[in-house]
């Protein structure tokens, strides 16, 4: 019988590569980032900041989004001649060359005008225009599984949680929200485990506990962001309700991998015998029955 056992918490985020954390003390991905809590007003604000730049900068971008692109006005001061005194040149005795120079001459001077209202105008456009609407993403690798091959096994799940996306019962998910904009911007990695046991295909039996889990999500297919999307930050963020600014989390599209029971894994990175396990087959030089990832458990799906 499976039971639903809670996602384990994530209070912490880092800033340089914008995954959850288990704690606010250290960077499971590496020790040389910087971490914030998302319970704490001041770590959410750090957060923001790198996401989206100082107060200031938000505030000209909010309200860039807000007026939307207004202008067009300067186009209207160009109005047609309905009636010039060059027209009495004829009465006045002037000859047709005449009248034709000065037409030309007042025509290359409403054009050269004209031109030069559409130069200032795309020149004060240039200057006003607003701080780009593009969030920064992480500005470094998350958690990563091993290049080498690893044991191959099956998912056995000892209890089942929803999917961060799509809320399909699981034992383990990474999901990969990024922002598309001339390139993938990052915003956020959350990969988590409820704790579950992989069997080896040679009998032996890795035991994952609950917490983070290192999964190959880059491969995954991406996709638009859904309202799921927000449901699940609501979860991981609580304070964003309270806050009028923009969004940390601000994503487009989002990957995830999934592993249920019955999926067939391999298990990467190093492994270590389980405390009080390995007595019996250790001695004989065979490998122990049961085995304990060493460091964030790395996994990745068997197609
Ligand atoms: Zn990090």
Redesign the pocket.
């Known amino acids: 019988m499976l039971d639903m056992p809670a996602w384990p918490p994530r209070p912490a985020i880092?800033l340089?590569?914008r995954?959850l954390q288990p704690a606010a003390d250290r960077?499971?991905?590496?020790a040389h980032?910087r971490l914030a809590d998302l319970r704490a007003p001041a770590g959410r604000a750090s957060l923001l900041e790198r996401a989206w730049g100082s107060p200031s900068v938000r505030r000209r971008i909010r309200t860039a989004a807000k007026v939307g692109s207004t202008g067009g006005a300067a186009g209207g001061g160009l109005e047609a001649c309905s009636g010039c005194d060059g027209c009495g040149l004829i009465e006045a005795g002037g000859s047709v060359g005449e009248i034709v120079a000065v037409i030309l001459v007042v025509a290359f001077v409403f054009v050269a005008i004209y031109l030069l209202a559409i130069g200032v105008r795309a020149l004060w456009r240039w200057w006003r225009r607003p701080p780009p609407v593009r969030p920064n993403g992480a500005e470094?690798r998350?958690l990563a599984v091993g290049r080498l091959t690893g044991r191959p096994g099956r998912v056995v799940a000892r209890g089942t949680a929803p999917a961060a996306i799509g809320d399909a019962p699981c034992v383990a998910y990474a999901l990969q929200a990024s922002y598309r904009d001339r390139g993938e911007r990052v915003m956020l990695r959350d990969s988590v485990g409820v704790g579950f046991d992989v069997v080896l295909d040679d009998g032996a039996v890795v035991e994952i506990p609950a917490g983070p889990v290192a999964l190959d999500v880059d491969g995954a297919p991406a996709r638009a962001v859904a309202p799921t999307y927000a449901a699940h930050l609501d979860v991981i963020d609580p304070q964003r309700r309270g806050v009028d600014d923009l969004d940390p989390f601000a994503a487009t599209h989002v990957r995830q991998v999934v592993l249920a029971d019955g999926d067939r894994v391999e298990v990467r990175g190093r492994l270590r015998p389980m405390p009080g396990a390995a007595s019996g087959a250790a001695y004989r030089g065979v490998t122990s029955e049961r085995w304990i990832p060493d460091g964030v458990p790395q996994l990745v799906r068997a197609s």
């Open positions: 880092c340089d590569c995954t960077c499971l991905a590496s980032h470094a998350g």
